[in-house]
């Protein structure tokens, strides 16, 4: 797989002519999530896009967490974004916060006010947005637009002191009211917001807006090109007009890309962050959700979110990715790490009746053919096993070639079993079945008397681990929404369907995020979260064959 920057992209090409320009003797990126949630496969796209990088041009990457908002972020979002950066194989060159560079914003916004560049200004939020005007009405100036130099330096100095109540005053940029870009009408730089921070407790009241803080930050770390989303196109003259204008020595360039969007995937820390408080899902690592933590709990490698985040490559224009696409990756990371075992979904029971009651044949199988270096295990078997019930129909359809009465089967890495009577209880329900073995089948041993055409996995019954089996479709439903609707209306209520199955006896010791091929059912991944002592819980991380193909 290429380097996600090895290829020619818009991207590279401006780092590639900024380097042969001289502007700059050493590239150095940045990847600047605010902490106030987890971090989501969109994020994973911009991970790889700024370390890797950088790393092309041997330059640097920072890690920075973009704390500017007191009121959302929180310790435990900064510790598991540092967990995920480092899961997806990258480390930082720096590590800093936003919040650690307070002060130098708060002078920097003093010497806006000095140049005549920044007000105080009383309106309301909901005046502020009548005043803007629209795209095609220019803006209306703020009547406290034209205060004094004096007078705004005392009241931004008195806002620091906590004088006045959260939303009585703001600190505006003097720009342009009548600007063709919005974001230039002398948009907000400072509030109040008398709310206690994670990193420097109650030391502030008054907090630097995103627009303004971002490209000091930038700046003052010595960011060469601040890679972001399309959504911040607008923003990039007031970015520059921030630099320029509160005389950083360091000048950044801001480039944007497209998003990640991906099917049937919510792709919005906010939605995302509702999902969790309305427990349409158990927590921000839950299986269902795109966030990194959801994935690795799932049973993603870092390796297929890397490969897909190369293949999908960076654009200008936005599009949305089918999320079959990351199953590819997925599964073609799977195929070489996973082991190959048997596991029932959901048991019925086979009664091998000409079987000897006490016998017990261990089987060696190895775990992979294809990989022999995972080496082999012994599999039991005897007078009683299970099949998954999806494997016997009692009336079967033309051209079904697995169990069913009358029928013969190959019991896989063992005999033929042939089908002789089901039984069942007073409701009707399949209680087991009656089977016979031939014991001239044997696999391995050559025998060629005869052919069948189905072949299905089993474990005997007698040694078989009890499991949980968690098998997860799509939480969202990419339908048309009706008129009025929320995206929680198109939350999938069958996203989740947890079993209790067996496996076979080699993987009663499996740990945390040990992975199978299930052989014939899917990836599987031991849930870190509540596999026990005493009980082992499966995630099926994705099933073993899509239709999906990629374009060459």
Known sequence: MENITSSSNFIRNIVVEDLEAGKY?????????????????????????NFELADEFKGKTNLRFDDTNPTKEDTEYVESIKEDVKWLGFEWDELFFASNYFEEMY??????????????DDLSAEQMREYRGTLTQPGKESPFRNRSIEENLDLFERMRKGEFKDGEKILRAKIDMASPNITMRDPAIYRIAHASHHNTGDKWCIYPMYDFAHPLEDAIEGITHSICTLEFEDHRPLYDWVVRECEMENTPKQIEFA???????VMSKRKLKQLVDEKFVDAWDDPRVPTIAGLRRKGFTPESIRNFCKAIGVAKAASTVDAQMLEHFLREDLEKKARKTMAVLRPIKVVITNYPEDQVEMLEVPYSVDNPEFGSRMIPFSRELYIDEDDFMEDPPKKYHRLYPGNEVRFKEAYFIKCNDVIKDENGKIIELHCTYDPETKSG???????????????????????EIRLYEPLILDEEKEEGLTFLDQVNPNSLEILQGFVEPSMKDAKAHDKFQFIRVGYFNVDPKYTTEDKLVFNRIVSLKSSFKIEK
């Open 25 to 49: 003797k050493e590239i150095v990126t940045r990847f600047p999530p605010e902490p106030n949630g987890y971090l989501h496969i969109g994020h994973a796209k911009s991970i790889v896009l």
């Open 107 to 120: 002078n920097r916004a003093v010497l806006l006010i000095k140049k005549g560049l920044a007000y105080v």
């Open 259 to 265: 998003r990640l969007n991906l099917t049937n995937t």
């Open 445 to 467: 041993t050559g025998f060629t008397g005869r052919k069948v055409k189905g072949t299905i996995h089993w474990v005997s019954a007698k040694h078989a681990v009890p499991a």
